[in-house]
């Protein structure tokens, strides 16, 4: 189901808000430097931002923390930098007003944000936000294109933040992908998927695993030196 995203700014932040009825208290998240405020249906706007403001030190300590951490991200989310995405890279377009999440536009990610240095982990975010929603839409569809040549058929398909792996399957057929592969080329994100669905055949990396891949993707080794060399090199 593809809800309407929600936003509320925080004090120097964005925070999409999740509405659910699955729970019954509010759950603030930093992920990735990313927030959100996961909501019972029907929590009313004041009260969400009463929440973020509680929690406004925890948050910006997170956001804070994640960026120490990640040196390696060198990006300046200023405008001309490019993102790859499906191995083709779009040119950033920040504009300045009030908060609109990340948009392609005629080649261009534009993305609105308040003036201020201080808003541009909310690029970040933003740009996080895009990749995960648009990962999560083309990783399905190719789940659902290649479920069919593998011959098995998954129980669910998610996206996750993973430090090091590509995706992960459970016993129980379950897939899940890491976001970031959508930043490779087309054939490398195929490649992803059916090594993942082939793991539902065989879940380990047995010879019998590998011959399944081939018979499904002649030129998998090829994919698999890409990520070996390039895939350290996807990140927002
Ligand atoms: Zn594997």
């Given amino acids: 189901m593809l809800v309407q995203a929600e936003y509320v700014e925080g004090n120097g932040f964005i925070a999409e808000v999740i509405r659910t009825n699955r729970i019954k208290t509010a759950d603030v998240r930093v992920e990735e430097g990313v927030v959100s405020i996961v909501v ?19 948050i910006k300590n997170k956001i804070f923390l ?63 936000r895009w990749y995960k929603h648009h990962a999560e839409l083309k990783l399905q569809e190719k789940v659902k294109r290649y479920a069919a040549v593998v011959g098995v058929d998954p129980s669910g398909v998610g996206i996750k933040t993973f430090k090091s792996r590509w995706g992960s399957c459970s016993t129980h057929g379950h897939i899940d992908f890491n976001w970031k592969i959508i930043m490779s080329p087309n054939h490398i994100v195929d490649y992803v998927v059916v090594h993942e669905l082939c793991h539902l055949k065989h879940h380990d990396h047995s010879p019998k695993f590998w011959k399944e891949v081939e018979r499904v993707m002649p030129g998998y080794l090829d994919c698999k030196e890409w990520l070996k060399k390039f895939g350290g090199g996807l990140w927002v």
Avoid at 40 to 58: C, F, T, V, Y
């Fill in 40 to 58: 019972p249906n029907g929590l009313p706007d004041a009260r969400i931002s009463q929440i973020l403001k509680k929690k406004n030190e925890w």
């Fill in 66 to 128: 994640h960026r120490e951490h990640n040196p390696v991200n060198a990006k300046d989310y200023v405008s001309g930098e490019s993102f790859a995405y499906l191995g083709r890279n779009y040119r950033l377009k920040v504009v300045k007003g009030t908060f609109t999440p990340v948009k392609l536009v005629q080649g261009r990610l534009v993305v609105t944000v308040p003036q201020g240095s201080e808003y541009v982990h909310m690029i970040h975010n933003a740009l996080v």
